[in-house]
Nanobody
């Protein structure tokens, strides 16, 4: 059974930083491309960043230069380092294998105050 557990969210002021973690189980983590998604109130879930098994990365334009995705295959964990946070980054953040292959976890709430 696939399980994705996100953590690390919280309330932060604009300009602040957070580090999200996602620990996975139930599939062969090292060979999958893993992504962070987010869903803001009233909006569709969107892809934020992804990382392949070869550690090639992708970022949506709105987070380039501010967010960094990384992975630790030994721990089956993917991270999202978020710096220079903006109020528009407020959302529930989820991880999943591309392209949303598995069931979604509960996510972790990120709230950025202005």
């Amino acid at each position: 059974q696939v399980r994705l557990v996100e953590s690390g969210g919280g309330l932060v002021q604009a300009g602040g930083s957070l580090r999200l973690s996602c620990t996975a189980s139930g599939f062969i983590f090292p060979i999958d491309s893993i992504a962070w998604y987010r869903q803001a109130p009233g909006k569709q879930r969107e892809l934020v960043a992804s990382i392949t098994q070869y550690r090639s990365t992708f970022y949506v334009d709105s987070v380039k230069g501010r967010f960094t995705i990384s992975r630790d295959n030994a721990k089956s964990t993917v991270y999202l380092e978020m710096n220079s946070l903006k109020p528009e980054d407020t959302a529930i953040y989820y991880c999943n294998a591309l392209p949303g292959r598995y069931g979604w976890g509960q996510g972790t709430q990120v709230t950025v105050s202005s």
